[in-house]
Nanobody, 125 residues
């Protein structure tokens, strides 16, 4: 059984930064797992944020967040990170980590088999 655990969320003022982490435990992920970040704000649908291949060499970030967010992955312990800078109140949401047993990046949440419970990010104006 695979577990994904997010951490690093919290309350931050607009313009501030946070770094989210996603740690994996349980069955060891092998090299063909892709990981991703999604987020969901109250009353809104879940939306794709970023995805990264197992070795961190290929990443994809949704256009509206480029320049402010960065996704990375430490393959030594299979931890994924989301560095969020210049945060805006519109970034407030629960951020979820997800993983899929496939080497291809995907933006559709239904393509991901494993999910964490999420971490809350709140940006005050």
């Amino acid at each position: 059984q695979v577990q994904l655990v997010e951490s690093g969320g919290g309350l931050v003022e607009a313009g501030g930064s946070l770094r989210l982490s996603c740690a994996a435990s349980g069955r060891t992920f092998n090299s063909w797992y892709v990981k991703a970040w999604f987020r969901q704000a109250p009353g809104k649908e879940r939306e794709f944020v970023a995805a990264i291949t197992w070795n961190g060499e290929t990443t994809y970030l949704t256009d509206i967040l480029k320049g402010r967010f960065t996704v990375s992955r430490d393959i030594s312990d299979d931890t994924m990170y989301l560095q969020m800078n210049s945060l805006e109140p519109e970034d407030s949401a629960v951020y979820y980590c997800a993983a899929r047993r496939d080497s291809r990046l995907a933006v559709d949440g239904s393509a991901y088999e494993y999910w964490g419970r999420g971490t809350q990010v709140t940006v005050s104006s």
